[in-house]
């Protein structure tokens, strides 16, 4: 593609279904269900009117999709280099040219800006939150952990849990033992979650020279480190002794299901690739079933 190709490219306007890619939508509506599932609980358990409280819950979804957006679009901007290698990252528009540094930088600081102008408005811990999340996401995890360290996962996992953080505080203005519960589902939901996907794509990371824990240690090393993070996140329903004993229950058999698959890795002659798309495809239903579960059951409570 020659230079005046790419000026023509850069300088049409970006569609909608681009916009998405440049703030990775998918993982903000992800983002987005503990958000709000922190802030449902915030309002059953301290016994808020769920009316009164709809102003706030979506400055709250706003505020989070639009500083989760900002960051995933400077994540896009800084990794430029390493996705144009990678093959499934091709039809990136940061990559191919479809829209320019500045307006990349634009686009991402004033989304964060606003979003956190829309935290800050609701209180200031909301609006704390919002911004250790961009800084560990942005800093910590893009800039640093990913190209440096096989932790780069879990050192990610902090920023990515603190939506419900941000949930629950903008509702209570505070933290509490509920509120750091959701936190700590989230994190250790995450390196099983990520590490099923970079088994996947094993060989692009090793081509980027990204140091993903597959590419780095081998299938062996992280199926282990799959099945410890499984391990924690096993007692973790105890914790939710405010939504009862069948939130409990189910919960923990949610885990013993994914528990129980991440054991299915250990059989002589298991598919690795077919394996890790199990997980993979279990661990996104199971962030959906899990906070599902949190609002099903506080309303029966309530009732």
């Known amino acids: 593609m020659n230079k005046e190709q790419t000026l023509s ?18 993982l903000v509506q992800g983002n987005l269900i503990p958000a709000f599932a ?48 990678m093959p499934s990252k091709q ?28 935290l800050f408005a609701l209180n200031i811990p909301s609006g704390v939150i919002g911004l250790l999340g961009i800084v560990g996401y942005v800093s910590f995890y893009s800039i640093w952990a990913k190209r440096h360290t096989v932790w780069n996962t879990v050192i990610g996992s902090f ?20 509120a750091i519960a959701l936190f700590l589902v989230v994190f250790c939901w995450q390196p099983v979650h990520f590490y099923a996907l970079a088994i996947k794509r094993q060989d692009e990371y090793s081509l980027a020279n990204i140091p993903m824990l597959p590419s780095v240690k081998g299938f062996n090393r992280t199926r282990v480190s799959m099945f410890i993070w499984l391990v924690f ?48 495809i279990y661990s996104l239903n199971y962030l959906v079933v899990f906070f599902v579960l949190t609002v099903i059951v506080s309303l029966i409570e309530m009732f």
């Open 159 to 178: 920023p990515g849990a603190v939506p419900p953080l941000i949930g629950w505080t903008a509702i209570e203005g505070h933290l509490s033992v509920t």
């Open 91 to 118: 039809k990136r528009p940061t990559v191919n040219d479809r829209i320019s540094d500045r307006n990349l930088l634009i686009l991402s600081f004033g989304m964060m800006l606003i979003g956190e102008a829309l």
């Open 9 to 26: 490219q850069s300088s049409s306007r970006v569609t909608y279904k681009e916009l998405q890619q440049i703030i990775k939508m998918g």
């Open 233 to 280: 996140l096993l007692p973790l329903p105890l914790l939710f002794r405010d939504l009862g004993i069948t939130f409990m229950i189910l919960a923990t058999l949610l885990n013993l299901g994914w528990l129980y698959m991440g054991l299915t890795s250990f059989k002589k002659g298991t598919d690795n690739t077919k394996w890790a798309t199990k997980m993979f």
């Open 38 to 85: 922190g802030s449902w609980l915030a309002i059953v358990l301290a016994n808020h009117s769920f009316l009164s409280s709809i102003p706030q819950i979506i400055m709250m979804l706003l505020g989070s999709t639009l500083i989760m957006g900002g960051a995933c679009a400077l994540n896009n901007y800084y990794d430029q280099d390493i996705d144009s290698i």
